[in-house]
């Protein structure tokens, strides 16, 4: 209790004294601002580009492809098509048929609105039982392709995008011209997807394998029914997997680059502004040497001045904190982003703020240790004597 | 430079002080050459692949297959030299997640003139000479210990007229890429045997490698290529190696503007706090400059000492943390390939610590230099 008493005495004279050293606060300030605004900043692509990958997903939907290969890039043979149709846990249709789609993916250049850039981007042949797969998907103009029609159906986000996506437009594509038919919402997804009838593209693309097939169960735990089924048939070389981890693992490579760019280039700036922390409180804790003698002459313990000069630090840090999220908020909340050929729009959350909290308060923490420690061990006698 | 002396102890008054500036500066400018080492590595790089080097590929997309029919139309064009057709798969050797990839080509008379491949002449006869034979970039070999004349059995996404997936391969050696696009996963295997022995797509190819007789050509060929194949079923486009690094760099090109903003924030914290300690440092040494004014100092000299005092701690630590940058680049290489420290990156690098220190000590220096040599020492 005496402890808490003499911490907070302390403290509050620390507090008081603090205008007179406006530069080293602000220092600190400015230090843990500018590094958790960086680290949020940067964080916030990662999970903005999470939030996009994972819009839409479903529990009871699930990714079948070829076991080893890459998202997209499967081979599904005919035969093995027919086997999954028969397969346990599938949800069946109104007609009575098993809502399974095949898929075909290919990817294909598109023009930037605005600057005209080149880009790629997959159009994904499919069945054309697509809006049972995906009941989220809601037409806003046009109509669903017809089956053996060149014809395409496209996300509103595509419009915006890409150049060429208007209705009744036409996109030359293998030697012929495909129609724009359909656009359509899929939630809050702003993804561009571009739709074709799967046998439509795999004839003229000359293909005979599909990428990957996509499933809707029963319900979200018929998934062990459906993996162990696909396991115990040795004619079957497929992995199974729910529609998140699917899409996780596609991901993968681009989510763990930008996590890895964040903290590097967080952990940098982190350590720049503890040393400047550092710096910036042996000139607070220097420039208070006679009062803190003061105090330990009169009966304050030792572990109460580290303490207290701890908790300034940090104090100094929180608000750096709490700026640094605000200002990547403000510059970079909502941000449209698209390196490495992904779109998505940088999200800075809840949860990015508490990390950046907790890194200004370790960052207070660190570069409080050293000068508190100083603080506790100045000599009594020659502190009193300093000027 | 004789007033040197008189500098150096002004920087190390507060030894730990000066210690603890100087690690902040170093830390700041590591961050801004790793940052600026990226992007003008990457610009390096690309400039750097080769305009020569033409790909004919789908005009939809890089994977779309084109007819082996397209070959001798292409060989027939002025001014191609060599056309090597090339079929890209994927394997995994062991580990299912580690995925190899593998580049079918025909080694034809000539073929290596279309690849930035560096092969040693006995490996490229013994290549030729043998249908199942493999040609296996060093490090992959060194990887999983491969040697010459191994047999290994790759698991791919093609499959054989057998049904089977499983490809075996007999290494006759090793080759080096320069391209550092190129990957370090991969082998070298010929397209022949492949395409007689898969189950699907027989006769038709990823994409062809054209090399030219004459590099300045490389526009007009490509035009001439993709003319020729307008408005059949398989309309083609051809890009050189360079156009098409390019294309991939212009998706990075929106991280431009981050890097920006985080070299901004980088030079704002440093901005205050050299400001904050230089003024700490004054505010100490208040009777010292009073008593180096007495001995004759102009303000005009009080001044500039500061400054460089200010500037000798920014740009060595600056010097410093470029340096720890560049040591950093080996192993920052195993994400963005290529990077690298021009001495324009140095110079900016530099210009920028020279200015913090200037901008950060100018109100300290200034207020050093208009001391009152009276009232100064009378504060005492």
Redesign the interface.
């Known amino acids: 209790m005496n402890f808490f008493r003499q911490l907070f005495a302390i403290l509050r004279v620390n507090l008081a004294g603090l205008p007179q050293r406006l530069g080293s606060g602000l220092t600190i300030l400015v230090g843990v601002t500018s590094a958790v605004g960086v680290l949020v900043s940067m964080l916030a692509m990662g999970t903005g580009a999470r939030e996009q990958q994972l819009a839409e997903v479903r529990p009871d939907r699930v990714v079948l492809s070829t076991t080893g290969s890459r998202m997209g890039q499967g081979n599904i043979s005919e035969g093995e098509v027919a086997v999954i149709l028969g397969l346990p846990g599938i949800r069946k249709d109104a007609r009575g048929e098993p809502i399974v789609a095949m898929q075909s993916v290919v990817p294909i250049q598109g023009r930037r609105q605005g600057t005209g850039l080149r880009i790629y981007f997959p159009l994904v042949g499919i069945s054309p039982n697509m809006p049972e797969l995906a009941p989220e998907t809601h037409f806003t103009a046009g109509r669903m392709f017809q089956p053996g029609l060149q014809e395409l159906v496209v996300s509103n986000p595509c419009r915006r995008q890409f150049m060429g996506f208007e209705m009744g437009d036409r996109r030359p594509l293998h030697g012929s011209d495909w129609t724009v038919v359909g656009q359509f919402d899929r939630g809050a997804s702003q993804q561009c997807i571009v739709y074709a009838d799967v046998k439509t593209l795999m004839t003229v693309l000359k293909r005979t394998t599909y990428s990957n097939v996509t499933v809707m169960l029963n319900s979200p735990a018929d998934y062990e029914v459906l993996r162990d089924a696909v396991s115990a048939d040795p004619t079957l070389q497929l992995e199974v997997q729910r529609e998140a981890d699917a899409i996780e693992e596609g991901f993968k490579p681009l989510n763990g680059l930008l996590n890895f760019i964040s903290f590097f280039v967080g952990t940098i700036m982190a350590l720049g502004a503890t040393l400047g922390a550092v710096n910036s409180l042996y000139a607070i804790v220097d420039s208070r040497r006679r009062e803190m003698a003061t105090l330990r002459a009169i009966g304050f313990s030792g572990s109460a001045v580290v303490v207290s000069v701890l908790i300034e630090s940090m104090l100094l840090a929180l608000p750096g904190a709490v700026l640094g999220t605000l200002a990547a908020w403000l510059l970079f909340n909502g941000l449209s982003a698209s390196p490495f050929g992904f779109s998505f729009q940088l999200s800075v959350t809840a949860s990015l703020a508490v990390i950046g909290v907790e890194w200004a308060l370790v960052m207070g923490l660190l570069g409080g240790l050293l000068p508190a420690m100083r603080a506790a061990r100045m000599p009594i006698t020659t502190a009193l004597r300093a000027t | 430079m004789k007033y040197l002396p008189l500098i150096w102890p002004g920087i190390w008054r507060k030894p ?2 000066t210690v ?2 100087f ?2 500066v170093s ?2 400018f ?2 801004f050459g790793v ?1 600026q080492g990226m992007k003008t590595g990457v610009e390096h790089v690309v400039g750097q692949t080769r305009a020569d080097l033409l790909l004919v590929h789908g005009n ?6 084109l007819p082996l029919g397209q070959l001798q139309q292409i060989e027939s064009i002025p001014g191609v030299k060599v056309v090597v057709p090339v079929e890209l798969f ?1 394997g ?1 050797y062991q580990n ?1 997640k580690d ?1 190899i990839g593998i580049v079918a080509v025909r080694p034809d008379e000539g073929w290596q003139n279309a690849f930035t491949f560096q092969i040693q002449p006995q490996y490229a006869a013994a290549f030729k000479a043998n249908r199942t034979g493999t040609l296996v970039r060093t490090g992959l070999a060194a990887k999983y210990g491969w040697k010459i004349g191994d047999r290994i059995p790759l ?1 791919t ?3 054989r007229t057998d049904g089977s ?1 499983v490809w075996t391969f007999d290494i006759v050696g090793l080759y080096d890429d320069d391209d550092v696009g190129g990957g370090n996963n991969v082998i070298l295997i010929n397209f022949d045997y492949y395409d007689q022995g898969r189950l ?1 797509g027989k006769s ?1 190819v990823s994409h062809y490698n054209v090399a030219l007789n004459d590099p300045r050509q490389a526009v007009s060929v490509a035009d001439a290529i993709d003319r020729r194949f307008a ?5 083609t486009r051809t890009e050189s190696l360079r156009e098409l690094a390019q ?1 991939q760099m ?3 090109g ?2 431009n503007f ?1 890097i920006r ?2 070299v901004a ?2 030079l ?3 901005l ?2 050299t ?3 230089m ?2 440092s004054i505010r100490e040494r208040t009777p010292e400059l009073a008593v180096l004014k007495t001995l004759g100092f102009t303000d005009r000299a009080v001044f500039i000492f500061i400054l460089a005092e200010s500037a000798v701690v920014c740009v060595a630590a600056a010097l410093f943390g470029l340096l720890l940058a560049w040591l950093a680049f080996p192993f920052a290489a195993r ?1 963005v390939p290529g990077l690298s420290m021009p001495w324009e990156v140095v110079a900016v690098g530099l210009g920028c610590a020279a200015m913090v220190a200037l901008v950060s000590a100018a109100v300290p220096a200034l207020q050093a230099g208009r001391l009152n040599i009276v009232n100064a020492l009378a504060s005492r």
Do not use: H, Y
Request: aromatic letters at 4%; hydrophobic letters at 55%.
């Open positions: 730990g002080r603890l500036i690690l902040q830390v700041a590591a961050l940052l939809l997309s890089l994977i779309d297959p994927l995994t299912p995925k698991k996404t093609a499959a997936t699907v038709t408005n059949s079923s398989n309309e294309s212009q998706s990075i929106d991280l981050l903003a985080i924030a980088v704002v914290a440093l205050f706090a400001a904050t300690m003024m700490q994400f």
